[in-house]
């Protein structure tokens, strides 16, 4: 007896076949890899993608210790995901790539939709480098507590006298204080020129753009030339970011920090979704029946891992400068090379420390050997 396996799309052709042979025919599923920003990355009710979690929002539904839950120099920040993201495209420069941006199911139908979508949005112009669409992104859908969070980021993780004090999604004098602190320490640090004021406004969300990109570049130990490299050979599925909306949840719960979240799917050549996507024909619809690559029987998507990366007061920056004499003794500088920063093991997600409201982040095995279904 004769096997052939061919994928559900080939199964769409005619297929030819000897004649008085017994033939078993296997439908194999497409495939493809995803990395998650999980949820403790966005803020409820906002687009912005926040570079670290270090404290639970203010208006948010979990307990404050939720976003304390890892140890501080092994935290799965934003950033990490977007290393591993790089990390992963640099090895596989073929795969196609689309963002899809998930809410919790507080709100509208509709509203929720175009939410995803912004945060879809929002990650893919990070993705892609487009300081001008993540800066419009950010102001087009942000919360004062999202301000406040980079703020103490800044203040936490790099010595900046940025303390917005605290978290309370209210602009007060102590926040604006940081703020204008932070444009000053800026231009210190970027020799810029942004006016100093009280005001988190166009120029702010530049400045931590700016930020968020010298970070990126220091974990993955490249120049801004060859990020931009990197960033130019990305290929995406056409439209590059989609929002599902309340469509995938991964609880039942109504209002659930798990279920916010924005992935990065990346598919094998030649396995990516047909385009133009069914399941999305406007920026207004999510047909999730027509959704081919959440089908279980048709795409097999496996979680990618992440590896956590320190914060900057964890680094330890090594610059070697080798000097020699000639024999006349004249100094000479032969070489310098500076290390990167030290890496700790990899790990897919979070440890379950935290206690939560909503139902625990564990996938259940799926079947047909598939990682993700309706997520």
Aim: aromatic share 8%; charged share 25%.
């Amino acid at each position: 007896m004769a096997t052939v396996q061919i994928s559900f799309r080939e199964g769409e052709n005619p297929l030819n076949l000897a004649l008085n042979q017994i033939h078993q025919i296997v439908i194999r599923t497409l495939f493809g890899h995803f990395i998650e920003f999980e949820d403790v990355n966005f803020n409820h009710d906002s687009a912005v993608l926040l570079a670290d979690y270090r404290d639970t929002a203010a208006s948010d539904d979990d307990d404050s210790s939720d976003a304390r839950d890892d140890a501080l120099d092994t935290r799965i920040t934003a950033l990490a995901v977007f290393v591993a993201v790089f990390n992963h495209l640099e090895e596989h420069p073929d795969k196609q790539v689309l963002v899809t941006g998930h809410t919790d199911a507080s709100g509208s139908e509709a509203y929720n939709l175009d939410l995803s979508r912004k945060r879809a949005k929002n990650v893919l112009a990070l993705l892609q480098g487009d300081k001008d669409a993540w800066v419009t992104s950010c102001m087009d859908h942000h919360k004062v507590e999202d301000m406040q969070q980079l703020l103490k980021w800044m203040f936490d993780d790099h010595a900046w006298d940025t303390d917005p004090g605290e978290i309370d999604n209210a602009m007060g004098p102590v926040t604006q204080g940081a703020i204008e602190r932070f444009k000053a320490t800026y231009n210190t640090e970027f020799g810029a020129s942004i006016p100093v004021n009280r005001t988190f406004d166009r120029a702010a969300w530049e400045a931590f753009h700016d930020i968020y990109e010298r970070e990126m570049r220091g974990v993955l130990g490249k120049t801004e030339a060859e990020l931009d490299s990197l960033r130019q050979a990305i290929h995406l599925v056409d439209p590059g970011a989609v929002g599902c909306g309340e469509s995938w949840p991964l609880t039942a719960q109504h209002r659930s920090r798990v279920d916010r979240r924005v992935e990065i799917v990346m598919f094998d050549p030649g396995e990516e979704p047909r385009t133009p996507l069914t399941c999305h024909p406007s920026d207004a619809q999510c047909l999730k029946a027509q959704c081919e690559f959440r089908n279980r029987l048709l795409y097999t998507l496996t979680p990618l891992p992440v590896d956590p990366v320190l914060a900057p007061r964890f680094r330890v920056n090594v610059h070697l400068r080798m000097v020699w004499l000639d024999p006349a003794g004249t100094e000479h500088v032969g070489w310098s090379i500076q290390a990167p920063p030290p890496r700790t093991p990899h790990r897919t997600s979070r440890p379950s420390t935290r206690s939560r409201t909503s139902a625990p982040r564990r996938r259940p095995a799926a079947s047909s050997g598939n990682s993700i279904g309706n997520t």
